[in-house]
Nanobody
Framework: QVQLVESGGGLVLAGGSLRLSCAAS???????????MGWFRQAPGKEREFAAW??????VFADSVKGRFTISRDNAKKTMYLQMSSLKPEDTAVYFC???????????????????WGQGTQVTVSS
């Protein structure tokens, strides 16, 4: 069974930090390092939007989070992280991790490019 499970969400004051984790399991992810991994977020009443992506040491960030969020992964643990700092109320959303095989030939900021999704974790930033 293929599974992505996010954790680490919660309530934080504006200016604070949170670290999200995305753990992959299942035989599909036996070669976790060969997967492009993305973070997306969806606020109430809004479309899901891209936040960050990682593959093979390369990263891409949305302009809205650039300089505040970092993405990392531990391929041995099959886990990806999103370190969020200087959080703003507009960062409030459900955060999803997503995966697809490979690191090229697709646009990492497009949700439809991904084959696997987690269930999401809520991040709430209060002012």
């Amino acid at each position: 069974q293929v599974q992505l499970v996010e954790s680490g969400g919660g309530l934080v004051l504006a200016g604070g930090s949170l670290r999200l984790s995305c753990a992959a399991s299942g035989s599909t992810f036996s070669s976790f390092s060969t997967y492009g991994m993305g973070w997306f977020r969806q606020a109430p009443g809004k479309e899901r939007e891209f936040a960050a992506w990682s593959f093979g040491g390369r990263t891409v960030f949305a302009d809205s989070v650039k300089g505040r969020f970092t993405i990392s992964r531990d391929n041995a643990k099959k886990t990806m992280y999103l370190q969020m700092s200087s959080l703003k109320p507009e960062d409030t959303a459900v955060y999803f991790c997503a995966a697809r095989r490979g690191g090229s030939g697709y646009s990492p900021d497009r949700a439809r490019e991904y084959d696997y999704w987690g269930q999401g974790t809520q991040v709430t930033v209060s002012s």
